[in-house]
């Protein structure tokens, strides 16, 4: 027996909203992506919501803003799917990779503060599995030393932590619409944020 890695199940409304997408010639960008943006935004409470082809890309264009050069460090979790540092070796920076929480399969707190060097530019929180890691104490220890904290946020759009929305604790959250998310638009993703320089 094969388990398969998604099976979104559509009922007889989504499948009227997706031919009505494909009738009115809009099968990129266009309103309905723009209503899309709205909702994320007001529902998370960022400044800024923007889509994109995906949430690799949300996580290329979030490392983009830091202008990473290389030498430059970015703290990851050991246990996360390619992607994560994928953008960082794509913007010409090196992932360092920090063990986990046993307890959560998160990122480890202790470890990210003890592999922070001179280089570290960012750490990437990502919230596994619908489980928001530590954002936090994360957020604290980003703060205090100075690097940016980015989320990837690719499994929690609806995730709350201390009751503030994942995706918000960063200087960007990235999101991901896979069919295997709770939300899918069968592929995509969504970059949020408050900083107007950013959004740019």
Do not use: Y
């Amino acid at each position: 027996m094969q388990i398969p890695l998604s099976q979104p199940l559509f009922d007889e409304d989504e499948q009227r909203e997706v031919a009505a997408v494909l009738k009115s010639g809009w099968v990129m960008q266009g309103p309905k992506v723009a209503e899309l943006e709205t909702a994320v935004r007001e529902f998370v409470g960022t400044r800024w919501a923007v889509a994109v082809s995906s949430c690799s890309t949300a996580l290329h264009l979030a490392l983009r803003t830091l202008d990473l050069k290389a030498g430059d460090q970015v703290i990851v979790p050991s246990l996360t799917w390619i992607a994560t540092a994928a953008a960082i070796e794509q913007c010409g920076a090196t992932p360092v990779f920090a063990d986990i929480d046993r307890q959560t399969f998160n990122i480890s707190v202790e470890r990210v503060e003890s592999l922070i060097t001179r280089h570290t530019r960012a750490v990437i929180a990502v919230n596994l599995f619908g489980l928001a890691a530590e954002l936090p104490r994360l957020l604290e220890i980003c703060e205090r030393r100075g690097i940016a904290l980015i989320e990837d946020a690719a499994c929690s759009l609806g995730a709350t932590v201390q009751g503030r929305p994942s995706g918000t604790f960063g200087r960007v959250g990235c999101f991901s619409f896979h069919p295997r998310k709770s939300i899918t638009t069968g592929e995509g993703g969504m970059i949020v944020g408050n900083d107007p320089n950013d959004e740019r």
